[in-house]
């Protein structure tokens, strides 16, 4: 199978007809094959005249163009019998290389849209796992998740949002620093009042800043009842920032 050579951006010969047939602004399904033969003659000797290398699928389309255009000229034997129209082959894989071309054409906008993605590889709570978040019994890993799971429903932060790309970032530490100087000064916090920005980053930055505090005890979490409020305490005795 030979490899189609790209010549004025045009890869390969149905591609080259497919333009001829639109900017002559003609019907695909009725090609005037007399000058779009010619058309096309002339953009391979043009070719050739600038002494550009030819590939050879080109010039056996350039001779099927001609076949077809002697046997359009060949008079009918019986006007009432009904032949088969020598341009329809070439018709119809124009039309499927057309098909061709605009499923290229999709595949290229999914393309750009998916670098507009932003994706992140999941999270590990294994190493949380390890030790239960105790402190007064109440409350657990798996009550974290949940609650922040249905805090982002509430939020609708499902939806797609609009964002940007900017070089501010916030890491664990700092969250974690924002978060000691908030219980500093109330001593206790609801825990979805900790996520007063509503961006992904922001709120996966707040909910691992938490885990780790919990992990070394510097917070309690607390837990009264099932699906009440969640509310994070500083732990009595730790030495302020």
Same mark, same amino acid.
């Given at each position: 199978m030979?490899t189609?050579?790209?010549?004025?951006?045009?890869?390969?010969?149905?591609? *080259?007809?497919?333009?001829?047939i639109?900017t002559?602004?003609?019907d695909i399904?009725?090609?005037?094959?007399?000058?779009?033969t010619?058309?096309?003659?002339?953009?391979?000797?043009?070719?050739?005249?600038?002494?550009?290398?030819?590939?050879s699928?080109?010039l056996?389309?350039?001779?099927?163009?001609?076949?077809?255009?002697?046997?359009?000229?060949?008079?009918?034997?019986?006007?009432?019998e009904e032949e088969?129209?020598? /341009?329809?082959e070439?018709?119809? /894989?124009l039309?499927?290389?057309?098909?061709?071309k605009?499923m290229?054409?999709?595949f290229?906008e999914?393309?750009m849209? /998916?670098?507009?993605?932003f994706?992140?590889e999941?999270i590990?709570?294994?190493?949380?796992?390890?030790?239960?978040?105790?402190?007064?019994?109440s409350?657990?890993?798996d009550?974290?998740?949940?609650?922040l799971?249905?805090f982002?429903?509430?939020?609708e932060?499902?939806?797609?949002?609009?964002?940007?790309?900017?070089k501010?970032?916030?890491?664990?530490?700092?969250?974690?620093?924002?978060? /000691?100087?908030?219980l500093?000064?109330?001593k206790?916090?609801?825990?979805?009042?900790?996520?007063?920005?509503?961006?992904?980053e922001?709120?996966?930055?707040t909910? *691992?800043?938490? *885990?780790?505090m919990?992990k070394?005890?510097?917070?309690?979490?607390i837990?009264?009842?099932?699906?009440?409020?969640?509310?994070?305490?500083k732990?009595?005795?730790?030495v302020?920032?």
């Amino acid at each position: 199978m030979e490899t189609n050579f790209v010549i004025n951006d045009f890869e390969g010969p149905l591609d *080259l007809l497919l333009h001829l047939i639109k900017t002559s602004k003609m019907d695909i399904y009725d090609i005037k094959i007399e000058e779009i033969t010619k058309q096309y003659v002339d953009f391979i000797n043009k070719q050739k005249d600038m002494n550009l290398t030819v590939a050879s699928s080109y010039l056996v389309m350039a001779s099927e163009l001609i076949e077809i255009k002697s046997k359009m000229l060949l008079p009918r034997n019986n006007e009432e019998e009904e032949e088969e129209d020598p /341009r329809e082959e070439l018709v119809n /894989r124009l039309i499927e290389y057309q098909k061709y071309k605009d499923m290229i054409s999709s595949f290229k906008e999914l393309e750009m849209d /998916r670098k507009n993605i932003f994706t992140k590889e999941p999270i590990n709570f294994n190493e949380y796992s390890d030790r239960t978040i105790e402190n007064d019994g109440s409350v657990t890993l798996d009550d974290l998740v949940n609650a922040l799971s249905n805090f982002l429903k509430r939020k609708e932060l499902e939806k797609p949002i609009s964002t940007k790309i900017t070089k501010k970032e916030i890491s664990v530490q700092d969250r974690t620093n924002d978060i /000691r100087n908030i219980l500093n000064e109330k001593k206790k916090v609801s825990f979805f009042d900790l996520f007063e920005v509503k961006t992904r980053e922001y709120v996966v930055v707040t909910f *691992l800043s938490i *885990l780790e505090m919990a992990k070394y005890g510097e917070i309690d979490i607390i837990q009264e009842d099932n699906f009440n409020n969640i509310i994070i305490n500083k732990r009595e005795g730790e030495v302020d920032d």
